[in-house]
């Protein structure tokens, strides 16, 4: 079974490279200072990690990284760009000092968590034992769709998705009745740009 | 919309042009093939936003606007939303429990109908929603300022 050792090692490799190539992006993402540069590179990341997650067998979080995060959050925020400035202002280092710190302490507290995370495929882990093996098993007869992620969100956990629904719907209204409908405010402007011309 | 004689993306456009539809119809792919493969309802409906966003972004926000108005956005988002929440009434009406797709058709059990259309309507649903929602937000953002100069970039 030398060959599959070798799959193994391709796929270390792999993994390594995607995350050096993550770890890259945000540290170039914190050190600039064009708006512009900053949400392109925002969406890179999202589509790095869309691969990652991939590479990682999450082909369905990884088709809505690369959906949500690469595709349309890099729009709005482009659209969000358009309403203010073009740069970041520079932050003094004495300020830079306390962000550090929090940063710091989040991540070492993080990686001293992730010790006692269950290994990568586990099928003793929690989330292998608990419902998770239960749809696997009922599916077929309960519900009749191949794609389990589809029957657990739409049938088995039905409520859930509509919160979720629900939440999007409340976004859009609340950021509608924040900025204005659009076409109104766009009309605005437009008459007054014609007034001044 | 930008002076035709000062126009240097006209690669971009024409790039573009085909490939909204395409964007569109793979929208509708990730949705109906939803229970075979991954996707759903979410990521149909941001890739449908994506489509029409994409248009506004190289051909102009009005002329987007006029396509698909701020007002069918709104009404889409909220009306995907209702027609999830009917398909719980549905249920509750043909007797079962609220979202309880087994009951739709009155099959007897073991039958998937009730199921598989269940979801689909649900899913659909999903898309309606939030395909509506990104884009009423995307008009309400990009609908603040008029045109993006060349010197803005």
New interface residues.
């Given amino acids: 079974m030398s060959g599959y050792e070798g799959a193994d090692l391709a796929i270390a490799l792999i993994n390594v490279l995607l995350l050096g190539l993550l770890f890259v992006v945000g540290v170039a993402i914190a050190r600039m200072r064009s708006l512009?540069a900053i949400v392109m590179l925002s969406g890179i990341y999202s589509l790095i990690s869309a691969t990652w997650f991939v590479a990682l067998d999450a082909?369905?979080v990884?088709?809505?990284e690369a959906?949500?995060g690469a595709?349309?959050s890099t729009?709005?925020l482009?659209?969000?760009m358009?309403?203010t400035s073009?740069t970041a202002k520079v932050v003094p280092r004495a300020r830079q000092i306390v962000p550090l710190l929090v940063v710091i302490a989040t991540g070492a507290m993080l990686i001293y968590a992730s010790i006692d995370l269950p290994a990568f495929g586990d099928p003793d882990s929690p989330a292998n034992t608990y419902v998770g093996t239960d749809y696997i098993e009922r599916t077929p007869?309960?519900?009749?769709?191949?794609?389990i992620?589809?029957?657990v969100?739409?049938?088995y956990r039905?409520?859930d998705?509509?919160g979720?629904?629900?939440v999007?719907?409340s976004?859009?209204l609340a950021?509608?009745l924040?900025?204005?409908?659009?076409?109104?405010?766009?009309s605005a402007?437009?008459r007054k740009?014609k007034g001044e011309g | 919309m930008a002076n035709s004689r000062t126009d240097h993306h006209v690669v971009l456009r024409v790039v573009a042009k085909p490939l909204i539809p395409i964007i569109a119809l793979f929208a509708l792919y990730v949705q109906f093939h939803g229970d075979y493969s991954p996707g759903g309802g979410f990521q149909a409906g941001v890739i449908l936003a994506v489509a029409v966003i994409l248009y506004a972004l190289i051909f102009g926000i009005a002329p987007a606007m006029r396509a698909v108005p701020p007002v069918f956005a709104r009404f889409l988002s909220a009306f995907g939303f209702i027609l999830y929440a009917g398909v719980g009434v549905w249920a509750l009406i043909m007797g079962g429990n609220y979202l309880d797709y087994n009951v739709l058709f009155n099959e007897p059990p073991g039958g998937h109908h009730g199921q598989h259309y269940g979801i689909l309507i649900v899913e659909l649903g999903v898309l309606f929603a939030v395909a509506g929602s990104m884009l009423s937000i995307f008009y309400a953002f990009a609908g603040r300022v008029t045109e993006i100069k060349d010197e803005d970039w």
Avoid: H, Y
Wanted: charge should be negative; charged fraction near 10%.
């Fill in positions: 512009f082909v369905d990884a088709f809505t959906a949500v595709g349309i729009a709005l482009l659209g969000a358009l309403l073009r007869q309960d519900i009749g769709v191949p794609n992620v589809t029957a969100l739409a049938s039905g409520f998705t509509l979720e629904t629900g999007v719907f976004a859009a950021v509608i924040l900025l204005g409908f659009g076409e109104r405010s766009l402007t437009m740009k």
